[in-house]
């Protein structure tokens, strides 16, 4: 079995991700969106695109909106017209709470990245 390293910008691929015993990341969502806006405002669409490159497989609408809905709700992010489309961007509580799930992640997962980055593969 393969086992992904996971990097910004890197692209996992589907069958590495295939029901293979791997840790499931699909709680990494809210994470994952609010990380990507950090950088620049994104539609749905836009995000599930790049959400897909990342997983290897794209969110589908009824995973992706409701997500977005939850996360507008809770004033993490806010959303304005485009024409057709709705554009979200962070809002300051969604920075102040992605900085501080940021230091977390590090905190939790820092060491396991440092040393699958240091490896390039974990060995069981």
Not at 27 to 48: C, D, E, T
Not at 85 to 96: C, D, F, M, N
Request: with cysteine; charged share 25%; hydrophobic share 35%.
């Amino acid at each position: 079995m393969r086992v992904p390293v996971i990097s910004r910008g890197s692209r996992v691929e589907k069958e590495d991700c295939a029901d293979s015993g791997m840790c499931d990341m699909r709680g990494m969502l809210s994470f994952m969106i609010l990380w990507m806006l950090s950088s620049r405002p994104m539609n749905g669409q836009m995000l599930a695109g790049e959400i897909g490159k990342r997983r290897g497989d794209k969110p589908n609408p009824g995973t992706i909106y409701p997500a977005l809905k939850e996360l507008a709700n809770r004033n993490l992010i806010k959303g304005h017209a485009e024409g057709r489309t709705i554009v979200y961007e962070l809002t300051e509580t969604g920075r102040s709470r992605l900085a501080r799930s940021l230091e977390y992640f590090e905190r939790v997962f820092g060491e396991i990245l440092q040393v699958q980055a240091g490896s390039r593969a974990i060995k069981v």
